[in-house]
């Protein structure tokens, strides 16, 4: 038997949160899940106040984590993150998916976490504390709470780049998503590249990022980035896409990035 439960905030919610529970937020997967019938949970919890506050706090951008694609597109200070939430789904899609729900989105979804890795984001959970989204895609598998926003520092104008690859344009499920956080830009340092539906989360390719730094963002700049792009990745196989061939066409979309911005 599948029960609901609502609470007025997410930290009332978080409370509740068991083994074999599972937490709505816009349900453009969970209620997928409901209707096939899944049986890994039976209750869902859901809360009548979500956190969808995106505002300016200090140097970083906080997003509250029910804040939907939409209300992303309408943020003028995300505007670096257009290009991003755009593209995930048909409007349909983009007015229910939550940036929390992007956070737990598994292989091949959750395209805007992709970008929030590149971005270095934190993540704030609902009993107040936070750690890196690295650390969080690390511990997601046995995670217990719920996550009340991200903060992310906003890239220098020309510095943050994005791809996604898919069959169905504009708004089919990833091949595989990249995501570049450049500072610097023409000879960029502490450069954080990260790969969407190339493991079980979104994956930084940390050789990759090393072989950039202080490298000239032409052709000859970086080929040594490009050899070795995929060592830190997991790809996988799927309906959309073999291990196999997400390995072999990855340095070519991170070359069209990298020299002119995934065109």
């Known amino acids: 038997m599948l029960s609901v439960e609502t609470y007025p905030t997410l930290a009332q919610a978080a409370a509740h949160v068991g ?32 956190d969808a506050r995106i505002q300016q706090e200090g140097a970083r951008i ?11 597109l309408s943020a003028r200070d995300l ?9 995930i789904g048909g409007p349909a899609i983009r007015n229910m998916a939550t940036v929390g729900g992007n956070l737990f989105a598994p292989h091949p979804y959750g395209d805007l976490a992709t970008a929030l890795l590149a971005l270095d984001a934190e993540v704030i959970w609902a009993d107040g ?39 169905v344009k504009p708004k089919g499920i990833s091949v595989m998503a990249i995501a570049a956080w450049l500072p610097g830009v023409a000879r960029p340092s502490n450069t954080r590249l990260a790969f969407g539906a190339m493991g079980p989360t979104p994956l930084r390719a940390k050789v ?56």
């Open 19 to 50: 083994a074999t529970s599972q937490f709505l937020a816009g349900g453009t997967l969970l209620m997928r899940a409901v209707n096939y019938g899944d049986q890994r949970f039976d209750k869902i919890l859901r809360v009548t106040q979500p």
């Open 79 to 87: 505007d670096f993150l257009h290009p991003v939430a755009r593209q």
């Open 208 to 263: 990759a990022e090393a072989a950039l730094n202080n490298a000239s963002l032409d052709e000859a700049g970086i080929a040594p980035a490009l050899v070795v792009c995929t060592q830190d990745l997991q790809p996988q196989d799927d309906p959309l896409a073999t291990a196999w061939y997400r390995r072999e066409v990855a340095p070519v979309h991170l070359k069209r990035l990298l020299l002119n911005g995934g065109r």
């Open 129 to 167: 504390r936070s750690e890196t989204i690295e650390t969080f895609f690390a511990g997601r598998a046995n995670a217990r709470g719920l996550v009340q926003a991200v903060t992310i520092a906003r890239p220098n104008t020309g510095e943050f780049r994005w791809s996604k690859v898919s069959r």
């Open 62 to 72: 906080r997003i509250g984590a029910g804040a939907t694609m939409c209300d992303v």
